[in-house]
């Protein structure tokens, strides 16, 4: 065996594989992201693990056609690689270029318009130092925009047809925080492995503040691209407001929560007190009785 080597994985041979820097077959995110990977083969996604000859799985690239992207774009005719992973002290021997141009060396035989990416400073995606020395430049930008995070995500394209139109992000949040006006949801897709236990972590937390979670599972691409976010696979609402666009932890998620508690009580008191000031002025304050 090489040094190192890419291997396309399939329904057959994705059990024995190293998922996302998780090798255990008994975690439920690994378990998950192996039955969500088998379904997904069928709609031409591609995952590929970088494998080394000493330490096995050492990394992996994930992607798929952009009908059937699990990332808030409109990528027609385009790749849009989900994920890019070099684990640890295997980073800087150029080793993600040799997963990136595997990724190329596909949309260029299927003919594709190009190759597109959601880049972040977030520790969950990927940066984008290595797409564009790759060649990659920037089609777009959003905010995340919750309470978790603010930090800017980028959509970088490389195009292998020059006058192919650009991609974009299609993150809508209104329309989707009516839907979840009352009560904390939690919507959760299995293409990210940590989002599992994430979400079972917030919904135990929840309940010690005597809230009942409603997790929603999200089951195909086009609900995913549905999400406000541009994470796009996972988001908490509360009340109709989207306080995390991306996993996070029990103990993050309760700051958060506290916060809205202390914002709320602050605007319920100013509330009063602008009543009581109005009434005031009408002349309709309540008297006080003489003794």
Known sequence: ??????????????????????????????????????????????????????????????????????????????????????????????????????????????????????????????????????????????????EASVAPYELLVKKLEKTAPDPRFIVERERVLKRYKKGLTILAADQCPYVAKSAERIAEASRTLGLEPRVVRVGNAKASRELPTPYGVFSIIYDGKLIAHRPISATRFMSIMRRNAEQGAGANAGEREAVAVANERRGRAPRHRSS
């Open 1 to 146: 065996m090489r040094a190192y080597e890419v291997v396309d994985t399939n329904a057959d041979n994705i059990g024995g594989c190293g998922l996302c820097g998780n090798k255990s077959a008994n975690n439920l995110g690994h378990r998950r992201k192996t039955n969500w990977l088998k379904e997904r083969y069928a709609e031409g996604l591609r995952y590929k693990v970088l494998r080394s000859g000493k330490f096995g799985d050492i990394g992996m690239i994930e992607y798929a056609l952009g009908n059937h992207a699990w990332r808030p774009v409109e990528a027609e005719g385009y790749v849009v690689i989900h994920c890019l992973w070099v684990y640890g002290k295997h980073k800087g021997k150029g080793l993600g270029s040799l997963l990136l141009e595997s990724c190329l060396e596909d949309a260029r035989k299927s003919n594709c318009r190009g190759v597109a990416v959601v880049t972040s400073s977030d520790s969950l995606m990927a940066g984008s130092d290595l797409f564009i020395k790759a060649g990659f430049v920037s089609a777009d930008r959003i905010i995340g925009s919750s």
